[in-house]
């Protein structure tokens, strides 16, 4: 190999030595484009948040008030 590019590299022009198109291979890519933040999305989730007794107790008091108020 002779060259590399990187992430946002565009080639204006090139010179062939030969009457043959230029072929490019891919060594490895990155996370920086969009396929590679997909990527890196589905591999490293951002953790969920769920705080499931805080939600637990919103509900019993909820459901208690709704009681209180049915008794009375």
Do not use: A
Not at 7 to 17: E, L, R
Not at 37 to 51: A, G, N, Q, V
């Amino acid at each position: 190999m002779k060259h590399f590019l990187f992430s946002g590299t565009k080639v204006i022009q090139n010179k062939s030595q030969s009457e043959d198109q230029n072929l490019g291979l891919v060594v490895r890519t990155g996370f920086s484009c969009e396929k590679g933040k997909m990527i890196k999305s589905i591999m490293f989730p951002t953790p969920e948040r769920f705080d499931f007794y805080h939600e637990q107790n919103m509900y019993l008091v909820g459901t208690l008030s709704v009681v209180m108020i049915g008794i009375s």
